[in-house]
Structure formats: C-alpha cells, structure tokens
C-alpha cells in the first residue's frame, strides 16, 4: 500500500485547508484509514479516522467540530476538510491506513501545513 497526502500549505488563522490522500491499493474498502500530525517538537498526534465505509468517523477533541473526514472508495482517496484553522494546528499531516488491529501499517509521506497568526 502506498499513500500520498497533499494539499498542506500556508494559511492564515481561520481559514481552510483541505488535504487529500491517495492510496495505491486494489482493495481500498478494507482498509481503516487516518490522519496524524506532527507539531515541531512534539509526538505525532492522532486527529482522525474513518471506518471502511466512511460512515463511523473518530476525531481528536481538539479538531472535533471544525475538521471533516471522508472517504471516496472509488477513487481510492481520503479528505481532511480543516476549518478554523488555528496556529497550533500547524504541523506534518500524515495520513495512514490499517487492515485491522491497533497499529497502522502504511504511512504516507505526509503534507505541511503551516497556520499563521
């Protein structure tokens, strides 16, 4: 499985981004897929995931309510639909898939977003 994320960029606070990730995959419904981030200095974080059909989806409390997650399984692709968008959501979104079980197995290579002040 191979995952690339885009769609990161400079944006200024309370505005919107919206990331993208494309999976290279045949089977794409199996897969739990979700968003991690990276701050500068910090552990990567979990900000959201949705199940194989896009209909149960978990959010990190502090994104609830101003990040949407969704999923296109013919297109084989995830969104990350950021509203809000305050300076410390800053960091390396990365967007990960898993079969099943805890851990996530496949990493992309991840997106910068920066959120300015």
């Known amino acids: 499985v191979q995952l690339q994320a885009s769609g990161g960029g400079l944006v200024q606070a309370g505005g919107s981004l919206r990331l993208s990730c494309a999976a290279s995959v045949r089977t794409f419904s199996r897969y739990t897929m979700a968003w991690f981030r990276q701050a500068p200095g910090k552990e990567r974080e979990f900000v959201a995931n949705?199940?194989?059909?896009?209909?149960?989806?978990r959010y990190a409390n502090s994104v609830k309510g101003r990040y949407t997650m969704s999923r296109n399984n013919a297109e084989n692709t995830v969104y990350l639909q950021m509203n809000s968008l305050k300076p410390e959501d800053t960091g390396v979104y990365y967007c990960?898939?898993?079969?099943?079980?805890?851990?996530?197995?496949?990493w992309g290579q991840g997106t910068l977003v920066t959120v300015s002040s």
């Open positions: 990960a898939a898993k079969e099943g079980g805890i851990s996530y197995d496949y």
């Open positions: 949705t199940d194989w059909s896009g209909e149960i989806t």
